[in-house]
């Protein structure tokens, strides 16, 4: 027989990811205005260095949306001191994680102590609180990269650059990105997906830390762990998984894909078993 308690608890679980989304989200729509801001500038500023090398290597064709996704979230081939080369953390890759860690900031810590300690309270599910959470953390960072994305596309409107197909032979050029890399949209997962799956693992990490630490030691913990994975090529550094120019497909003993994904994964899975199990036994009231 169906459990008549179900229906119930399907409710109030909308409910509490409603209430997630409202006002981790929309009731916060502000914070989020700079995300299009900077990737439109950004785009425009990488434009004008695409094209410009078009046309210095007589590369036909002109640049594409596809173009500025990629050199957007491309990432950073690895540090080598060796080579006297001046290290630069890409400007893109670290503000899209870094500001999400920002808005994850201490939102978990504060609603137990706000209005949603009143919604557990009256529906007495630690675990549905939880998910409401992870849903919302998801949520949040979906809407980070689609706006990144709309600031991308509106610098192509204006500059005429809507193609979604790439032009593999400047890539070739620009960052010594094979062209194999662009046979059957295999640049879609690595430039749109990968980056997307890290950030969220790394999100649910910082929710799950602030459980332990005070919220701002989670986002300095994350914090370092991205700079960390700006200077060292390694599977132990998640930051790695989100950067084309760090994966086997461009360069020979970069990080496999099904490792960047299999990690992501895991760390996106541990983070909310442990999270969910601490959150159970835990004390609200003293906390």
């Not at 006002?23 to 700079?34: E, F, M, N, Q, R």
């Not at 094209?51 to 036909?60: A, K, P, T, V």
């Not at 994975?229 to 360069?251: D, I, T």
């Not at 078993?273 to 009231?285: E, M, N, P, S, T």
Request: glycine share 8%.
């Amino acid at each position: 027989m169906d459990n008549p308690q179900t229906p119930r608890r399907a409710r109030q679980l909308a409910l509490q990811i409603r209430y997630d989304c409202s006002s981790g989200i929309l009731h916060v729509w502000y914070k989020l205005l700079p995300v299009p801001v900077v990737f439109l500038l950004a785009a425009a500023l990488f434009y004008q260095q695409a094209d410009h090398f078009l046309r210095l290597w007589e590369i036909g064709g002109r640049v594409s949306l596809a173009d500025l996704v990629i050199l957007l979230f491309q990432g950073m081939p690895p540090f080598d001191p060796s080579t006297g080369d001046r290290f630069e953390i890409p400007a893109t890759w670290l503000f899209v994680n870094l500001y999400t860690a920002f808005l994850i900031g201490g939102y978990t810590q504060n609603d137990l102590h706000g209005c949603g300690q009143m919604l557990l309270l009256r529906s007495k599910r630690r675990g549905q609180w939880w998910l409401g959470k992870c849903v919302w953390a998801a949520a949040l960072v979906l809407s980070v990269y689609l706006l990144a994305y709309g600031g991308v596309l509106l610098a192509g409107l204006a500059a005429g650059a809507l193609s979604p197909a790439p032009t593999p032979a400047l890539h070739v050029q620009m960052s010594s990105i094979g062209e194999e890399v662009f046979e059957g949209g295999r640049w879609v997962f690595l430039v749109m997906v990968m980056p997307f799956l890290t950030s969220l693992a790394l999100s649910l990490l910082q929710m799950t830390l602030s459980f332990f630490l005070k919220p701002s030691f989670s986002f300095i913990g994350i914090a370092s762990l991205l700079v960390v994975s700006a200077f060292f090529l390694s599977p132990a550094c998640p930051g790695n998984y989100s950067m084309l120019l760090r994966s086997e497909a461009v360069l020979a003993g970069g990080i496999p894909l099904w490792w960047g994904a299999a990690a992501d994964l895991l760390m996106i899975a541990a983070s909310a078993a442990v999270g969910y199990r601490y959150f159970r036994h835990c004390d609200i009231l003293h906390k």
